[in-house]
């Protein structure tokens, strides 16, 4: 079993920034993939970044050039930055691990979700 623990959400004005951090424990050996999804009320799920082990990256095309994602091998962690936050980055956001490459992306395993709220 993988564990999850997110941290980093809140309310920050539009424009603000903020940082989201997983940090994932239990039976791990390698992780292939950590990343971020995001819901927000009546909208389905989406993807808002990953990162795998090498380091390549794939973003979501409303956050492209905004937010941006790392991790730490050593640690089992993954952080957010996300810059110039717009009202519509309002969300939960869910951490995700896959741990090994055959899983398709959207699955494995999943935080309990951070609440992010842009708003003035």
């Known amino acids: 079993q993988v564990q999850l623990v997110e941290s980093g959400g809140g309310l920050v004005q539009p424009g603000g920034s903020l940082r989201l951090s997983c940090a994932a424990s239990g039976s791990i050996l390698s992780i292939f993939a950590m990343g971020w999804y995001r819901q927000a009320p009546e909208k389905e799920r989406e993807l808002v970044a990953t990162?795998?082990?090498?380091?390549?990256?794939t973003y979501g095309d409303s956050v492209k050039g905004r937010f941006t994602i790392s991790r730490d091998n050593a640690k089992n962690t993954v952080t957010l930055q996300m810059n110039s936050l717009k009202p519509e980055d309002t969300a939960v956001y869910y951490c995700?691990?896959?741990?090994?490459?055959?899983?398709?992306?959207?699955?494995?395993?999943w935080g309990q979700g951070t609440q992010v709220t842009v708003s003035s």
């Open positions: 995700n691990v896959r741990l090994l490459r055959s899983i398709p992306s959207g699955y494995g395993y």
């Open positions: 990162i795998t082990r090498d380091g390549s990256t």
